[in-house]
């Protein structure tokens, strides 16, 4: 299916939307846990949410892609412009494999290129996910993090040698 869609940074008016598609997105999925919705929140109203864009079709949002920070163990590792973390991602369930996630998490790499970013960790689908660059990582994984879904995007630096970790709001 093919359709046309534009990326715009988040406004307020789109949060409960944001949410809705959210939790409509993940409910059927096994891995969910349920509160990837609430999630997104969390960072926002804590000063965690680095990047927040929605896909829009006319009025309409129909995905969303969350980035927030991450934290090498060794603090030392910290060059550039940080480590972030990618998700929650969702697209709404009746548009989905229509090239809207894919455009949302390349907009969002891109982003993290102008910032300098060191690299971009995510838990996720590692077909999917490999697309994009990310490679399993299971001796950077933290004990937190499930070991086979764990990836890594090296961007500013490319020889990434420290466990990194999630945003601690991820485990609250
Ligand atoms: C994952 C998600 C954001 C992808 O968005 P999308 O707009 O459907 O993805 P795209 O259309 O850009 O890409 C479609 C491709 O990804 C693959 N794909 C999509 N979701 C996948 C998944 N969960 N696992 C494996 N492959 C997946 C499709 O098979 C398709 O592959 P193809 O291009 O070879 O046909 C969307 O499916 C979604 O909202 N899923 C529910 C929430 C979720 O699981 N989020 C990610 C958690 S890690």
């Given at each position: 299916m093919t359709v046309k869609f534009t990326i715009r940074p988040e406004q307020a008016c789109d949060y409960e939307v944001i949410y809705d598609i959210t939790k409509r997105a993940f409910?059927?999925?096994?891995?969910?846990?349920?509160n990837e919705q609430d999630l997104i929140n969390l960072l926002r109203n804590n000063d965690a949410l680095e990047i927040s864009l929605v896909a829009q079709i006319g009025s309409d949002i129909v995905g969303h892609i969350a980035f927030s920070k991450a934290f090498p163990e060794n603090e030392s590792a910290n060059v550039n412009g940080g480590y972030y973390a990618l998700g929650p991602i969702a697209v709404d369930p009746e548009l989905q494999r229509s090239g809207i996630g894919s455009a949302l998490i390349y907009e969002g790499i891109d982003i993290l290129r102008q910032r300098e970013a060191a690299g971009c960790i995510l838990v996720g689908n590692i077909d999917y996910y490999q697309r994009f660059g990310f490679k399993t990582a299971p001796h950077l994984c933290p004990k937190s993090e499930p070991k086979d879904h764990y990836m890594i995007l090296p961007l500013a630096v490319k020889n990434i040698d420290t466990i990194i970790g999630f945003h601690p709001l991820f485990h609250s």
């Open positions: 409910a059927p999925m096994p891995y969910a846990g349920g």
